[in-house]
């Protein structure tokens, strides 16, 4: 049974133990077993090379001094081979200076054999393991994250991915202008603190018993920017297809202009209205001067016809010629019958 390790490594990773010492080589394996991790026993160079190869999930326990090539070369020609591997690397006392040397060359620790070797070989081991855990699981979430980036950067509706826990993983940029975050703000955050707090819970329980019964999850909703303001939005949410850590995926479809459409059309419809009334508030018969044709407004005072027209109502007048009139004012114009000139 392991312990103080999560099954997620011990079943990933496994332990290549490079020494040529028999007795030390088993010591370690049974330290390293008893917490449920899975070594490979190798006692010279070449073994472990040939094992490193065959398993590029293996951390590299590794000492400097082999009879055939030393830990320096193994580590040179898994490197021009392109199989790196993580490792560490066992020096004897008073070579210290071989192990900063390792250091500079990617060992993620070194272990002296001095009298502590064997209290510090296992807890060492396990945390170097747990750090390349975490390092590989940074690796894929950026993997990830930078194709999500790729083929969302051109949709204009904000994208989410979570984790089971809903923990926000990426946004993509519309999501991130849109509530106002940046992207260190959102990572991590909960993808419930984008709705207002009295919904929030609510929506979780849909959202799991919907996803847990294998389906798609979709509702209009409103959600809530970095400043505090509110907009409405059609959420659709599914499970990420192909993704062992049972990632969410939320596409949020803004009804924004869609609102502001309506809100431009009640105040088109507002103002025909307006005007409709105006006219039915006007006189039923307007007075006209029988010579002048001007027109009197209810004021007594007497307007031409075109300002009145602009006064009372919103029409607006163009002006040409007819045909009667270009006869009268260019006798030697020729137009044809039924036609007339606009300006």
Known sequence: ?????????????????????????????SKLERKGIETIQTYNGKEGLDQARANKNALLVLDYILPDIDGQNVVEILQEEGHERPFIVMTGFGDEKLAVEMMKMGAQDYLVKNDEFLELVAPVITKTLKD????????????????????????????????????????????????????????????????????????????????????KWRKETTHQKKDGETFSSIDSVSRLQKDDEGGIIFFHYSIMEREKIEEKKEGVIEALQANLQRLKNSEDLIPMCSNCKKIRTKEDKWMELEDYLREYTELELTHGICPNCIKELYPDFNIPPEKSIDD
């Open 1 to 29: 049974m392991s312990q103080g390790i999560i099954p997620e490594i011990t079943n990933k990773y496994k332990v290549l133990i490079v020494e040529d010492d028999e007795g030390l080589n088993k010591l370690i394996a």
């Open 132 to 215: 390349i855990y975490h390092e590989d699981k940074m690796k894929k979430v950026q993997r990830h994250n930078k194709y999500l980036s790729l083929i969302t950067r051109q949709i204009f509706e904000p994208i989410f991915v979570t984790d089971k826990k809903f923990q926000i993983t990426f946004a993509n940029k519309a999501a991130k202008k849109i509530y106002g975050y940046t992207e260190e703000e959102l990572q991590g955050k909960s993808i419930l603190k984008l709705y207002p707090e009295e919904s929030a819970e609510d929506l979780r329980s849909q959202i799991q018993e919907n996803l847990q019964g294998g389906h």
